[in-house]
């Protein structure tokens, strides 16, 4: 069956970076609009960034400048570069993938916590 798999996340101090990673498998990964969102307790999941399968991206308003979506074909892999992290960032945050318009699969979520 089709896994995504989130790596990466943990407690980083405010101004800290991390970089989240993305595993997937059992798909045409190169065929897959990829998509990195995150969700706190009591809000509803929310745009972080998009990557297609030409490289193009798209990115929340409130992550510009900050976070860099890129992806490896070759290694099914998706990342998510975060920098400048601030406590509204923190959240859990989920692998996802779409096939011609609709997301049809997401990974479990990896916790992203800054805090000092």
């Known amino acids: 069956q089709v896994q995504l798999v989130e790596s990466g996340g943990g407690l980083v101090q405010p101004g800290g970076s991390l970089r989240l990673s993305c595993a997937a498998s059992?798909?045409?990964?190169?065929?897959?609009?990829m998509g990195w969102y995150r969700q706190t307790p009591g809000k509803q999941r929310e745009l972080v960034a998009t990557?297609?399968?030409?490289?193009?991206?798209n990115y929340a308003d409130s992550v510009k400048g900050r976070f860099t979506i890129s992806r490896l074909n070759a290694k099914n892999t998706v990342y998510l570069q975060m920098n400048s992290l601030t406590p509204e960032d923190t959240a859990v945050y989920y692998c996802?993938?779409?096939?011609?318009?609709?997301?049809?699969?997401w990974g479990q979520g990896t916790q992203v916590t800054v805090s000092s």
């Open positions: 059992g798909l045409i990964f190169s065929s897959f609009t």
């Open positions: 990557i297609n399968r030409g490289g193009s991206t």
């Open positions: 996802n993938a779409e096939f011609r318009g609709s997301s049809v699969y």
